[in-house]
């Protein structure tokens, strides 16, 4: 298998995709083309576990990797999750499965997509026959930023720098982010938000003066970001697994549909879905689900993307943006993978805020995609609702989810020459990630301590107190640094000593 980039320029093997994470042009790195996974592989896959099917499903992309050594790093990764299931589904009585992704030892689905990256670039080092060291520099709203930093702490052939909005996430994920231990990792806040954290790292990592000095220091620039392809291919295994699960299970027969609602941040989890589906997974429409940054819900509805508009902080902080990083790779599927129109749109989208599709890829986009967006009342209701009807607690990305597809079913119940299947709620961090949120939102009550919220919903709940968020209370601030976006660069070269 090899890779291209969207912005046209270069073919590449799996190893050196990870490797760079961006390509030399700035463009993403996608598949050449798609493998496909048909019925006598999913048959196969259905008597495995979750590392075997991974470790089947990614040699689909990076065949390059041995299949001993991938299956074996896989295991070693999900071997810390809490429970014998990395991904556990979570059924209810309404036709609704949870996919449940945060069960790793950050707390979040960017463990089960970061957790194999260390053996992706370490092998991929060897692979490509690398004697430099690798430099990640990482975006984050909060959980691949702690994934990364976790992963990759103290690895003597890599170092971690991590930007996060420094008013833009939880209290509890910058703790996380601002206590983590490791002689090579540093963690700094920007006065800004997420899209401008983003947009800093893309500027570094097409920066000649820092591929310069970091090329002096011994070591390549990379990203553990959604921007690498193989926090691509590491999340679509989690849709295949689901299914087969549903499969087993017998909740549905091999080659029923499933539709699939994910919230949408950077919209790494619903490209991978959409790839997932490109494989020959049997998903019908695609529920993307934002909060009240939802400048891409009119993308999806109308073909229209406009940009120019402010951040609004919300209890959802991880969807707090407004240009998706996965919306190139979207818009390269869209556009017949047309790599100088990507490319124009892209440059168009950066210079102006605004691009438009045509007419007939909107209705592409529609064919395969419902978007809806929520606002803060209503996640509240719906967190509050469910969990009195259902006993379930959710996050409040989920929750955002949650409404969106809540309002999708009404539309779909009302026309009744509509199709109704199951639906799979991906659910991408633990409740307690947010614990004065979801406190709110259960109980109306209002607490300014993160760890008095983590006790209470304990309380109520009874859901388990994951390690990682006990362990943090206690530990000192390591991390208090903030730059304004344009410093960002500058900080990457103090790291570099």
Excluded at 355 to 379: H, I
Aim: overall charge negative.
């Amino acid at each position: 298998m090899y890779f291209i980039s969207t912005g046209g320029k270069g073919r590449v093997t799996g190893a050196e995709a990870v490797v760079r994470g961006y390509a030399e042009d700035g463009g993403l790195f996608v598949p050449e083309t798609f493998p496909q996974i048909g019925a006598q592989e999913m048959e196969a896959m259905l008597p495995m576990d979750y590392p075997e099917r991974a470790a089947f499903l990614m040699r689909q992309f990076f065949g390059e990797y041995e299949q001993e050594g991938l299956l074996a790093a896989l295991r070693r990764a999900y071997g810390a999750f809490e429970g014998e299931d990395p991904v556990p589904l979570v059924r209810m009585d309404n036709g609704m499965y949870f996919l449940e992704l945060f069960h790793g030892p950050t707390c979040a689905a960017q463990d089960i997509s970061v957790g194999i990256l260390p053996y992706l670039f370490e092998e991929g080092r060897r692979l490509l026959g690398m004697e430099e060291k690798i430099a990640l520099v990482t975006a984050t709203s909060g959980d691949t930023g702690k994934a990364a930093l976790e992963r990759f702490r103290d690895l003597p052939w890599a170092k971690v720098l991590v930007f996060y909005p420094e008013e833009g996430i939880s209290k509890m994920q910058k703790l996380q982010l601002c206590t983590q231990e490791g002689k090579n990792v540093r963690v700094v806040g920007v006065r800004g938000s997420f899209d401008d954290c983003l947009g800093g790292v893309r500027k570094i990592m097409l920066s000649e003066k820092c591929k310069k000095a970091a090329a002096e220091g011994g070591y390549v620039l990379s990203t553990a970001g959604s921007a690498n392809i193989g926090r691509i291919a590491a999340q679509i295994c989690t849709y295949f697994s689901a299914y087969c699960d549903l499969v087993t299970s017998e909740q549905i027969a091999a080659g029923d549909k499933i539709e699939v609602c994910i919230p949408a941040g950077s919209l790494g989890n619903v490209l991978s879905a959409y790839y997932a589906k490109r494989m020959g997974l049997p998903i019908g429409t695609l529920l993307v689900a934002y909060n009240k940054n939802n400048a891409a819900v009119d993308f999806f509805r109308t073909g229209n993307f406009d940009a120019k508009r402010p951040i609004l902080r919300t209890m959802s902080p991880s969807l707090d943006l407004l240009v998706p990083v996965n919306l190139e790779r979207l818009l390269f599927e869209i556009s017949g993978r047309d790599t100088d129109l990507t490319a124009e749109r892209m440059a168009g989208l950066k210079s102006t805020g605004k691009l438009a599709l045509r007419a007939d890829e909107l209705k592409k986009v529609q064919a395969e995609f419902y978007a809806g967006y929520t606002t803060e009342d209503d996640t509240v209701d719906c967190m509050y609702e469910f969990f009195m009807e259902y006993g379930y607690p959710m996050d409040t990305p989920t929750g955002v989810a949650m409404s969106v597809a809540q309002r999708y079913g009404e539309k779909r119940d009302a026309d009744p020459m509509s199709e109704k299947y199951p639906l799979l709620m991906v659910s991408l961090s633990s409740p307690y990630k947010y614990p004065q949120d979801v406190l709110y939102a259960l109980t109306g009550n209002d607490v300014k301590d993160s760890f008095k919220g983590v006790k209470r919903i304990n309380l109520l709940t009874a859901m388990k107190v994951p390690d990682a968020i006990k362990g943090v209370r206690y530990k000192p601030l390591l991390f208090k640094t903030a730059v304004s976006p344009d410093k960002m660069g500058a900080e990457l070269l103090s790291f570099l000593g």
